[in-house]
């Protein structure tokens, strides 16, 4: 017989399903909870509520494990590309040489962007912020390719297209942003040269594409592709659940990522480290506010709801960026700062009673500043490689015939019920 958890309220036991994941973990079943009890569950920041049951990603926060598909992060990153770990999570199995060659047979073909949509970057307010205008942008995708999630081939065209038009998107805002002609997409570049080289090559400084960087770029967005129930993935599934189509769930994921709390920490990290560069003493002053619970301030880049210990991908980056810096010969003072700020962290009681170590965000900017990318733009670099991630999130969705609407309940605390006054007498 199926395990059960109970519960006792006002002199009534209850009996709730027990449900079990395929790596042990354990929640309690409350779906008849208040049609049985009455009762609802209060769990603010979700800190203790399982959304949904998912077969994508696997985190365990406190022994620092992350598998896409029961692949472990550490292999992902090694062995393979990008297009293939976001094959892997939308379609649940890592593509064959047949399949993946296919696959990139429609990035390519969807890699242009309609020629109109260039005017509505150049209609933005200059300074405008990269992330609210690639949300902007992907929500009007659906008017510019209005079909969609019907047949699987149609739902094929869909994921790729938007695989592939939000980098050259990305790409193109940006030399939009500097004044520069438009960079198109070549069909003889992988998905991350292709990139690399629409950021910055320019009719008269050709671009040089470094290995070592597409392989970095690689590596960073495939450490992005997925994170199961995060803020922005949870958003894409809340606006999902609405059946609203997948361009404007996608574009919902990407104005959640745009807080500093979540995906917008990798810029913030960076102007922390300015700040601390810029400011004699500015290292232990860092630490000490950051401990200070009268001050606001956080270490950015510290920190995690899920890992109690230290971020998977933090480790991989780190050692990412120190590949890259001897390979290009380059330094950067940042880094210097942030590995010295990383050592008097783990090294705090503070830190160390509060579990805070480094999250993803916190040397992934560095290695992007390596590559030239702009601070502004790295939140948008998130976005892109959050993309399989959020696709395979809301198709897994979307494939559950018991798919429900998601509506939260509440506790309410106004004002009990009260006469209406009139405006001449309030
Ligand atoms: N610096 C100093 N103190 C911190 C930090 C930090 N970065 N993070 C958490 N704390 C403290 C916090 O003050 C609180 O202390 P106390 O219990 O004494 O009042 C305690 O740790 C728990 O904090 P919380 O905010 O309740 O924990 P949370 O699970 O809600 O926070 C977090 C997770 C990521 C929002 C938080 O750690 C944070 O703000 N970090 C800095 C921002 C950041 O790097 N975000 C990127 C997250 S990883 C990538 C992503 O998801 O996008």
């Not at 390596?370 to 976005?383: C, H, K, L, R, S």
């Amino acid at each position: 017989m199926a395990e059960t958890v109970k519960l006792t309220f006002e002199g009534e036991t209850y009996e709730f399903p027990l449900v079990i994941g395929t790596e042990g973990e354990k929640a309690i079943d409350i779906s008849k909870l208040r049609q049985t009890t009455g009762l609802i569950t209060l769990d603010p920041g979700f800190v203790n509520t399982g959304s949904c049951v998912s077969a994508i990603t696997f985190v365990d926060g406190e022994k620092g494990i992350l598998r896409f598909r029961g692949y472990s992060i550490e292999e992902l990153a090694r062995y393979s590309s990008f297009r293939e770990v976001a094959y892997l999570l939308i379609h649940n199995v890592l593509p064959t040489h047949e399949e993946l060659q296919n696959f990139s047979i429609l990035l390519n073909d969807q890699s242009m962007v309609h020629e109109d949509m260039q005017h509505f970057f150049e209609t933005f307010p200059r300074g405008s912020h990269p992330m609210g205008i690639l949300s902007a942008m992907v929500t009007a995708l659906k008017s510019f390719y209005p079909y969609l999630q019907s047949a699987e081939e149609e739902m094929d065209r869909t994921v790729t297209r938007l695989l592939s038009k939000v980098r050259t998107m990305a790409a193109m805002s940006y030399k939009i942003s500097i004044g520069h002609k438009v960079t198109y997409p070549r069909p003889d570049l992988s998905y991350c040269a292709n990139f690399l080289n629409m950021m910055f090559d320019s009719p008269v400084k050709p671009y040089h594409i470094h290995k070592e960087l597409v392989k970095a770029l690689n590596v960073f967005w495939i450490l992005h592709a997925d994170h199961e129930q995060n803020c922005s993935t949870a958003s894409v599934r809340v606006v999902g659940s609405g059946r609203v189509n997948l361009y404007a769930a996608i574009s919902a994921g990407i104005a959640a990522l745009w807080g500093p709390l979540h995906g917008g920490a990798n810029q913030a990290v960076i102007e922390m480290l300015m700040d601390i560069k810029n400011d004699r003493g500015g290292l232990s002053r860092a630490v000490k506010r950051a401990k200070d619970r009268n001050d606001p301030f956080r270490l950015m880049g510290f920190g995690h709801r899920v890992y109690k210990s230290y971020d998977p991908r933090a480790k991989i980056l780190k050692k990412m960026v120190d590949r890259v810096f001897t390979k290009l010969k380059i330094s950067d003072p940042l880094l210097d700062i942030a590995k010295e700020l990383e050592e008097i962290a783990l090294q705090d009681d503070y830190f160390i009673d509060h579990n805070l170590y480094p999250n993803v965000d916190f040397y992934s900017g560095i290695l992007l500043r390596a590559m030239g990318i702009p601070t502004n733009m790295f939140t948008v670099m998130f976005a892109i490689g959050r993309l399989p991630g959020w696709i395979a999130q809301w198709k897994e969705d979307a494939d559950d015939p018991k798919w429900k609407l998601s509506r939260p309940r509440q506790i309410y605390a106004g004002p009990r019920k009260r006469k209406y006054v009139a405006i001449e007498k309030r």
